[in-house]
């Protein structure tokens, strides 16, 4: 490699580096505006609400009660599944919406704060760490409706269940790298933003979360094999739930490329969304 190529190397890792830099400071300077986006973010989700935070023990058990009235009456064959198929369902659908609603969330980062964002100077990235903080205290309430579940159907934890929240954060940066993409398709291509959430949508019913990642019903099966939340969900629902680990090549492998694409999606993002206001500024 020629010098100048050498150094156009060195300019490009620094460039790459300085934006972490920058990313870091700019959080740390807006620490205090952050904690107020918080409070704000929590009081107002539910303060419109007469039972308020009460439904987020409510909405799982509903939703535990209506797999469990379908599987009773023989509708769906789960196959099977090595603890009760009320606490599996329960557990799986936790996992599905802490990924599900961070995509939501991130998804309308632009559309739902737009006018902040073009009246005030800050940096934007401190409107996607809100939201993220926000998703993690909120899923605390869940988490705590799983473990005291699971403990009502006798399953018992091991050491191994302590790392349930670590093995979480591949599927939290996958759904915040998705929704990064679509919040800027809500700006320039609404209908393809609209396509993507019905995907989403459908593609529970694609990965096991009401049924054994090992179901026999054709091409749905191979689906599955290909599916990475099948091992990204799979992983974290075994540990915590029989200490074992699932497949720990495959989610070794869809983490690490979790990751990647989160570093990618959000330079994007940072990137594209100043252009995306000048839009919504035209319009």
């Known amino acids: 490699m020629s010098h100048k190529g050498l150094e156009n190397l060195d300019a490009r890792e620094k460039g790459y580096f300085q934006f972490w830099v920058t990313l870091v400071q700019n959080v740390r300077q807006y620490k205090f505006f952050l904690k107020q986006l918080i409070r704000v973010n ?10 308020g935070i009460l439904w987020l023990f409510i909405l799982p058990i509903i939703a535990v009660l209506i797999w469990g009235l379908l599987h009773g009456a023989g509708i769906i064959a789960p196959g099977e599944t090595d603890i009760p198929y009320p606490a599996y369902v329960l557990l799986s659908t936790s996992i599905w919406g802490f990924f599900i609603e961070i995509y939501r969330s991130v998804s309308k980062v632009i559309a739902s704060n737009g006018k902040i964002m073009i009246m005030k100077k800050f940096p934007h990235e401190v409107l996607v760490l809100e939201l993220v903080i926000v998703h993690l205290i909120l899923f605390i309430i869940p988490l705590i409706v ?5 403990l009502f159907f006798g399953i018992k934890f091991t050491w191994l269940s302590l790392l349930f929240p670590l093995t979480l954060i591949p599927l939290l940066l996958l759904g915040i790298s998705i929704g990064l993409f679509v919040s800027l398709l809500r700006v320039v291509a609404v209908d393809i933003s609209s396509v993507i959430d019905e995907m989403m949508r459908f593609l529970m019913y694609l990965t096991p979360i009401v049924y054994a990642p090992k179901v026999s019903l054709g091409w749905l099966s191979d689906f599955v094999e290909y599916n990475p939340l099948t091992y990204l969900i799979g992983f974290s629902r075994e540990i915590l739930t029989t200490g074992t680990i699932f497949e720990p090549m495959k989610y070794a492998v869809c983490s690490f490329f979790c990751v990647v694409f989160f570093l990618l999606s959000l330079r994007f993002f940072l990137r594209a969304e100043s252009r995306l206001l000048e839009r919504l500024i035209s319009n």
């Open 42 to 51: 929590i009081l107002v989700g539910f303060k419109k609400s007469f039972i």
């Open 146 to 150: 799983n473990v005291v579940a699971l």
